[in-house]
């Protein structure tokens, strides 16, 4: 199951969420939708950071009955990109949410040898989604 935490106003897909999810993992995920101001300071509390970023994903420890993790997207980077890219800001919060719920499931583009980024384009392609930002910078 995914708990939805909205701090915007944006409705996401949450039946194409827990379809994406449910292909990796029958854990709770946590997932936050929020804004600019508010992701900056997570990710300058957590990684150091202090800019906003579109997504990061806090995976939990791994116990038996615990969530996956936590996935917060920030609405205002998911606007920005789907004008940017010429796609709609759905499309753009699904990429988003794939990219988030692999770092929690373990991968790492900045480490791994493109073991994400392939996992990244099965789901692209599963569910007829455009490129996303990982696609998108790692395949030029």
């Not at 449910?22 to 508010?38: Q, R, V």
């Not at 988030?100 to 692209?124: A, C, P, Q, T």
Request: aromatic fraction near 6%; charge should be negative; avoid cysteine.
């Amino acid at each position: 199951m995914i708990e939805i935490e909205k701090k915007v106003e944006f409705q996401p897909d949450e039946t194409l969420l827990s379809k994406i999810a449910s292909k990796y993992t029958k854990k709770d995920i946590e997932l936050i939708i929020t804004d600019n101001d508010d992701i900056q300071k997570l990710n300058a509390q957590f990684r150091g950071i202090d800019k906003a970023t579109d997504v990061l994903s806090f995976p939990y420890e791994k116990m038996k009955n615990a969530p996956l993790g936590t996935i917060v997207i920030s609405i205002d980077k998911v606007n920005a990109l789907a004008e940017e890219l010429g796609h709609s800001p759905r499309e753009e919060f699904i990429l988003l949410f794939i990219h988030g719920l692999l770092h929690l499931l373990g991968y790492d583009h900045e480490v791994d040898n493109g073991e994400m980024r392939s996992e990244e384009e099965k789901l692209i392609r599963l569910f007829r989604l455009p490129e996303s930002l990982i696609v998108r910078s790692e395949g030029k």
